[in-house]
């Protein structure tokens, strides 16, 4: 079984300024990671994703993220955010072989960002 | 159509009364997933839909619960005598079932109020 870990519910961030939305996964398994994006009253939209090869990853919108396989991380980065980028984005894992294609989210992160 | 639809997009229910929700995943999307969104809780799994192989039901809360997926197509989810506490976003989502790398494309919800 695979689980996530969102370190931080609320970023608050002022606009311009870099973020980064952590994500920590437990697995006994090899996975594929995911990030999610989530506007208000919207379904979920995917970012990026990692599934082999470089552990810099680059997703719409100017987001990346970095799979560090030792950490069991992947975290999101922008180096300088919008108003439009507030929403709530979540890591997501699936395991990379066998047949099941359920993936396994964090409980999110609310991305905030002030004028 | 060019999107995962789902409806109603919000149904107010009164406790014990039963509910049918409606998911039309993407043509060719062999297959479809159900989560619950909860204030705070992130996606929890409900149920997979997996091309004609049996489904995967192991996310579902109780026996009041249930899934069907007809012809390999649109999919309704059914909670049978509500409780306050199934309030919640009902979010659906379909993949390709090949190329395990795909992450799902996601509907908009339904928002689920039982009163």
Excluded at chain 1, 52 to 72: D, H, M, P, R
Excluded at chain 2, 7 to 31: F, M, Q, Y
Excluded at chain 2, 74 to 96: F, K
């Amino acid at each position: 079984a695979q689980s996530v870990t969102q370190l931080d519910s609320q970023v608050p961030v002022f606009e311009e300024a870099p973020v980064e939305l952590r994500c920590n996964y437990s697995s006994s398994v090899s996975v594929y990671l995911f990030w999610y994006v989530q506007y208000p009253n919207q379904g979920l939209q995917l970012l990026l994703k990692y599934l082999s090869g470089s552990t810099l990853v680059k997703g719409i919108n100017g987001f990346e993220a970095e799979f560090n396989k030792s950490q069991t991380s992947f975290h999101l980065r922008k180096p300088s955010v919008h108003i439009s980028d507030t929403a709530e984005y979540f890591c997501a894992v699936r395991p990379s072989g066998g047949s099941n294609y359920k993936l396994t989210f964090g409980k999110g992160t609310l991305l905030t960002v002030n004028p | 159509g060019a999107g995962v639809s789902q409806s109603p997009s919000n149904k107010v229910t009164e406790k014990g009364k039963d509910v049918e929700l409606r998911c039309d995943p993407i043509s060719g999307h062999t297959a479809l997933y159900w989560y619950r969104q909860s204030l705070g809780q992130g996606l929890e799994f409900l149920i997979y839909f997996q091309g004609n192989s049996a489904p995967d039901k192991s996310g579902l809360p109780s026996d009041r619960f249930s899934a069907e997926r007809t012809g390999g197509s649109v999919s309704t989810l059914t909670i049978q005598r509500t409780q306050q506490e199934d309030s919640a976003v009902y979010l659906c989502a379909s993949s390709v079932l090949q190329g395990a790398g795909y992450g799902y494309t996601f509907g908009s919800g339904t928002r689920l109020t039982v009163v």
